[in-house]
């Protein structure tokens, strides 16, 4: 079955910090892992992606603030958030390529995901 389910989600203070969790099944251990997040009235838009071989790729807005992980074994892939300010505010979604390889372009593109979890919602207060 393919299935995307995301945790970890909350409400902090800025300056504070969140550890997203997306467990995936047998199917994701050998894809292109990503990110993204929609904020109220805004365009979803791509935060971070890994490869197979843990290569990472950010958006500059979360660059030095927030890191992609990955436990192959487990099918899971993680989203560490420090710092946080309330511009990162969003429902946060994982996704998943039908390929290992993550495309090669700077700018994340939904369409270039195949799979899509629920969402876990980060709330960040000032």
């Known amino acids: 079955q393919v299935q995307l389910v995301e945790s970890g989600g909350g409400s902090v203070q800025a300056g504070g910090s969140l550890r997203l969790s997306c467990a995936g099944s047998?199917?994701?251990?050998?894809?292109?892992m990503g990110w993204f997040r929609q904020a109220p009235g805004k365009e979803r838009e791509g935060v971070a992606r890994?490869?197979?071989?843990?290569?990472?790729t950010y958006v500059d807005a979360v660059k030095g603030r927030f890191t992609i992980s990955r436990d192959n074994a487990e099918a899971k892939v993680y989203l560490e958030m420090n710092n946080l300010k309330p511009d990162d505010t969003a429902m946060y979604y994982c996704?998943?390529?039908?390929?290992?390889?993550?495309?090669?372009?700077?700018?994340?593109?939904?369409?270039?995901?195949?799979?899509w979890g629920q969402g876990t919602q980060v709330t960040i207060s000032s």
């Open positions: 890994i490869d197979t071989i843990g290569r990472t």
């Open positions: 996704a998943a390529r039908g390929s290992g390889v993550c495309p090669a372009s700077p700018h994340f593109r939904d369409y270039e995901f195949h799979y």
């Open positions: 047998e199917f994701f251990k050998s894809s292109c």
